[in-house]
């Protein structure tokens, strides 16, 4: 009979899990126990950055990722990467250790108590198996959880003394299980949605990140030209992934976050059609019309919650690369008039310092071929994605959560799941700190992520808010000799701060190729950054 911690590790590999992140404590260290060597254990110097690092190893490689977190104060730590993985619709097995359980009812030290409660509003299940024996049920269990729609974390803890308790007999039979979660589109709500782009005389497609994540990446672009659509990027805060190359000439930009900017901006459509995103990721709050007069929405979704709390439209839920297809499929081509192209992206003149749009305009001269963005320079997003311009799948990752410390962690684990892709990953150097400790596993491990940090020595868009909510005289927005290169450098990644944009470009090239970790620090003017 199996040990459960032979059931489980047997599970771990027929679902592919053998990367598993993680921060150890004593009652952890049972599970780790007899480590076995096709099993890659990535130590994240907090459980903040191993959950951020797990999240962008799950969606980097499309598949669950496990995370392993020390008890109580290790899944306090997680919470903001858990929040963030929710948002991002990342499958994610969380476990947590626990005392043994002869311990718990007295509550010993470390015991989690009501251990469920911890992660229960952020994860999809939370559950403490009632024996051990049940143990490898339960992670089962949770995998297919974190993996149906809406993707998202799911949670498991894990008394310390179940490790080497006889597994139920019944476990092999847990594990031998395939669970196949795509459903299709009802394909009379397919026709009636055809019919309605085909009446429609000014539509226009709103591309959101599960276009990406569905592989729905090549009909969204088929859809979009057949019917010569107009394509706005779902507004950035939400928007994790991207849906539609920024490149292509239909591309329009990305929608604004607000609800009166996303009318005006929509003016004169009569159908807007919004693929793989909520309707919408709104912030912050600028009140006006939903929607423009005369304008009507149709939203695809495989989220159920994001079809129901949608303030207007109608909804079609199921997966959406699955009703892209259908659509393409359906849809004829059109005889509408294609709308004009964006204009090229200009990075206005040299400045010292350089602003952040003159360091993304170089960034994507030395961009290399299959390049991936991890991005968390809040308040130069909108820059980044105008001079870049990303054309390709699984090239973007962003905390649609918008809780800070998903950049740098995330970039580690996109950097494992995708070893032959060059990874960048652009921060604000406050949005360093709360996952500072990832470059110790960047060096330690040896992930050639090349950082690229921009130092405007503020909470630029904080301010940026302060001005939209008419806050005047608040403190704590200024970051001055914010030392990241130095902090980086102590950590073992190999470190420069450059001025003007000829240093720039070579320590970027260099950065690039260097297949090391590797960070350049950039000063840049203060402000917002918007094109
Ligand atoms: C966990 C967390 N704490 C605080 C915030 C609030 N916040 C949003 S943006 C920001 C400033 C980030 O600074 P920096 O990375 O330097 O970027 P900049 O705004 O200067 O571009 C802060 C503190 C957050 N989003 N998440």
């Given at each position: 009979m199996a040990t459960v911690r032979e059931a489980a590790f047997e599970l771990f590999r027929e679902h592919g899990m053998t990367t598993i992140f993680g921060n150890p404590g004593s009652t952890e260290l049972p599970m780790l126990a007899e480590f076995p060597e096709d099993f890659l254990y990535v130590l994240a110097l907090q459980e903040a950055v191993a959950v951020g690092m797990a999240d962008g190893f799950a969606q980097a490689s499309g598949r669950p990722a496990h995370v392993n977190l020390h008890t109580a104060p290790g899944v306090g730590n997680g919470m903001g990467g858990i929040f963030n993985a929710q948002a991002n619709h990342s499958p994610l097995l969380v476990t947590a250790g626990q005392q043994v359980r002869a311990q718990m009812t007295m509550q010993a030290n470390l015991t989690n108590r009501e251990a469920t409660r911890v992660a229960h509003p952020f994860v999809k299940w939370s559950y403490e198996p009632p024996?051990?024996?049940?143990v490898p049920h339960a992670l089962a269990r949770a995998i297919h959880t974190a993996s149906l729609p809406p993707k998202g974390p799911a949670f498991v803890s894990l008394p310390m003394?179940?490790?080497?308790a006889e597994a139920d007999e019944s476990s092999t039979e847990a594990m031998d299980r395939t669970v196949e979660s795509r459903s299709g589109p009802d394909p009379e709500a397919i026709s009636a949605l055809a019919k309605r782009l085909a009446d429609a005389s000014n539509p226009v497609l709103v591309a959101g990140p599960d276009i990406d994540a569905s592989g729905g990446w090549d009909d969204a672009v088929g859809l979009a030209e057949r019917q010569k659509l107009p394509v706005f990027a779902a507004p950035?805060?939400?928007?994790?992934?991207?849906?539609?190359?920024?490149?292509?000439?239909?591309f329009q930009g990305v929608l604004p976050p607000a609800i009166g900017p996303i009318a005006e901006t929509l003016k004169g459509r009569d159908l807007v059609l919004v693929v793989g995103s909520s309707v919408f990721p709104y912030y912050p709050y600028i009140p006006g019309?939903?929607?423009?007069?005369g304008a009507e929405l149709v939203a695809i979704t495989s989220d159920p919650d994001e079809a129901a709390r949608a303030p207007m439209g109608d909804v079609i839920v199921c997966d959406v690369a699955l009703a892209l297809r259908a659509l393409v499929a359906e849809v004829g081509e059109t005889n509408r008039a294609e709308p004009t192209p964006l204009p090229e992206p200009s990075p206005g003149e040299e400045s010292d310092p350089l602003t952040p749009t003159m360091v993304h305009h170089t960034l994507a001269q030395v961009f290399p071929d299959g390049g991936i963005v991890v991005l968390e320079s809040p308040s130069s997003t909108l820059s980044l994605r105008n001079q870049l311009r990303l054309g390709t799948p699984g090239s973007y990752y962003f905390a649609a959560g918008g809780g800070l410390g998903f950049g740098l962690a995330a970039a580690i684990g996109v950097q494992l799941a995708q070893p032959d892709r060059p990874v960048l990953c652009v921060l604000g150097e406050g949005s360093v700190?709360?996952?500072?400790?990832g470059f110790w596993t960047a060096a330690a491990y040896d992930v050639p992520v090349t950082f690229l940090i921009l130092r405007n020595e503020e909470y630029a868009i904080l301010k940026w808010f302060a001005d939209v909510e008419e806050v005047k005289g608040a403190p704590g927005l200024d970051l001055p000799a914010l030392e990241v290169a130095q902090v980086a450098t102590a950590y073992g990644v190999s470190s420069k701060t450059v001025a003007g944009r000829d240093e720039l470009h070579e320590a970027l090239s260099t950065a690039i190729s260097s297949e090391k970790p590797e960070l350049v620090e950039v000063p840049v003017t203060p402000g917002m950054a918007l094109f």
């Open positions: 024996r051990a024996a049940d003394d179940d490790w080497t950035a805060p939400g928007g994790g992934r991207l849906g539609f190359p920024e490149s292509h000439p239909l019309p939903l929607l423009p007069e700190q709360y996952a500072v400790t």
